[in-house]
């Protein structure tokens, strides 16, 4: 279960993903599969060799890319959630859940 984002962070979001520019959003999440986890980073972009390309520095898969929709992207959990982001500069979206930042 997503919460506390805004409609505004989750549409600027789409705009860059959409874009082909690599985008970060972090929220609040539950899920009873991961209870140690409670937030996500969703980092995405339309154009997936991009994608693939930046996950590759991070040792991501091509086959994690959530591709079910018009915004493929990552699923940032935990300590790599943590890690990825401080190496980005983004670790204050910890901090500030919900905003989206663009690469």
Known sequence: MAFG?????LTEWKQLAGQGEIAFL?????DERF???TSVTKVG???VSKLEKWGAKYGLKPEWIHRRDKYPHFDLLGDMQREILKKEGLEGQLINLGYSIRQ
């Open 45 to 47: 972009c339309s154009n």
């Open 26 to 30: 972090t929220h609040f999440w539950l």
């Open 5 to 9: 984002i805004t409609r505004q962070a």
């Open 35 to 37: 209870p140690t986890c």
